[in-house]
């Protein structure tokens, strides 16, 4: 396929070499050429869809996942489902690495003091399928509580024990999923904080979620990235990429890529099936039903 010019930096060429567009262009999934590699962005506007108010949403999925995700997306569009957050075992008694919450359940109260993005996702109303990040290297997520009340307090969930009980309670109470992970971005750090190590570690396949504002908008765009890159490294690149194509980045997380790497998305915007007979390989559904934790994108009616 020609791949379309775009524009020309100091140091890479960028280009376009594939684009859908579903939902009137709400869901977008491009894949650009960027240096000698090539990232596909999922990009998904939380703008609404149509005149009735449907807009896209996400949701956690932290603990006997698989099942309960095959019960729930009975009367759901899926757009797309990844893996996740780190694991802590390969058995059933698995869990995600770090402080987790699904659903209001807590499934690890263990903080891992390494990582320093939380994502709290929202299960109710009014804010059902959003989320929200905080960097914890900046220390206090602040969450409204009690919920549609206005009023907001502080937690330091990660390093400070008792801010951590009382924010897991809190989220119990709020029906909250919660997941713990590396940022790669923040908008809260300096560049040099943010990629003073950009050329260390290994080079593996990546993925990341990013949070960004466009025509003031938020869009959640999953970053996939096939080639093997640093873990900074593609962390810059998907930030120049997305700047780029107007996008102001806000956050940057990791997501897991390592033993399990699972990631579905539709040709026809959605997802309707999600085992073997019908719909994934052999390959796709062993790791669906073997990865403990995933994330997912639906349209909210």
Do not use: C
Request: proline share 2%; net charge negative.
């Amino acid at each position: 396929m020609m791949r379309q010019f775009l524009f020309i930096t100091a140091l890479l060429l960028t280009s376009l070499i594939h684009a859908q567009s579903y939902y009137n262009g709400r869901f977008t999934i491009e894949t650009y050429s960027y240096g000698d590699r090539d990232f596909t962005l999922y990009d998904m506007s939380r703008a609404s869809i149509d005149s009735s108010g449907a807009k896209i949403g996400v949701k956690y999925f932290a603990t006997n996942s698989y099942d309960r995700l095959t019960e729930w997306k009975r009367d759901k569009e899926i757009l797309l489902i990844t893996s996740a957050g780190y694991m802590d075992g390969w058995n059933a008694n698995a869990k995600p690495v770090g402080l987790s919450v699904d659903d209001g359940q807590i499934i690890n109260r263990s903080a891992s003091f390494d990582m320093d993005g939380l994502v709290l996702f929202y299960n109710v109303a009014p804010q059902k399928g959003g989320i929200s990040i905080f960097d914890m290297d900046k220390k206090y997520v602040n969450l409204e509580y009690p919920a549609k009340s206005g009023s907001y307090q502080l937690f330091d969930p990660r390093d400070n024990i008792t801010d951590r009980s009382k924010f897991l309670n809190v989220a119990v109470e709020l029906g909250l999923s919660v997941l713990q992970t590396h940022l790669v971005y923040s908008e809260k750090k300096t560049q040099e904080e943010n990629f003073e190590n950009i050329y260390q570690g290994n080079e593996r396949e990546r993925r990341y979620l990013a949070i960004t504002i466009k025509d003031n908008d938020v869009h959640h765009i999953v970053i996939d990235v096939p080639d093997a890159i640093k873990l900074l490294e593609g962390a810059n690149d998907t930030k120049n990429i997305l700047e780029y194509l107007g996008h102001k980045v806000i956050y940057i997380l990791n997501l897991e890529t390592g033993n399990v790497n699972f990631l579905r998305s539709s040709t026809d915007g959605q997802i309707t099936n999600l085992n073997e007979q019908n719909g994934l390989t052999q390959r796709e559904a062993q790791l669906l039903q073997d990865w403990g934790n995933y994330i997912v994108w639906y349209i909210i009616d």
